[in-house]
């Protein structure tokens, strides 16, 4: 049975950093891109950022570039996201995902969730 465990997630001034983690058992993790998406109340999940199995190819959402640092350790079997200079519109359920390839997480065509965690960006 593949589960996705997350981490990390709390309550933070804008400006702040937070890094989420999730990982992966029941998959040969290497063998799956990663990615992180986002839920605001009310409506869908958004993707986020992805990694690449290898971790050689990252995909980021625009308003995330540059703030957001998608990243693996394959031999732990986590994922994390470092998020950096958070803004109020960063709060959201963020969930992991895996599928086979990043590009398909960008797509939203998911193979696996993780339940969320959530984020939640003040003033």
């Known amino acids: 049975q593949v589960q996705l465990d997350e981490s990390g997630g709390g309550s933070v001034q804008s400006g702040a950093s937070l890094t989420l983690s999730c990982t992966a058992s029941?998959?040969?993790?290497?063998?799956?891109?990663m990615g992180w998406f986002r839920q605001y109340p009310g409506k869908q999940r958004e993707f986020a950022a992805a990694i690449s199995g290898s971790g050689d190819l990252t995909l980021y959402e625009d308003s995330v570039k540059g703030r957001f640092s998608i990243s693996r350790d394959n031999t732990r079997n986590t994922v994390y996201l470092q998020m950096n200079n958070l803004e109020l519109e960063d709060t959201a359920a963020y969930s992991c995902?895996?599928?086979?390839?990043?590009?398909?997480?960008?797509?939203?065509?998911?193979?696996?969730w993780g339940q969320g965690t959530q984020v939640i960006v003040s003033s």
């Open positions: 995902a895996a599928a086979p390839l990043a590009t398909s997480l960008r797509a939203k065509r998911v193979t696996y």
């Open positions: 029941g998959l040969t993790f290497n063998n799956y891109a």
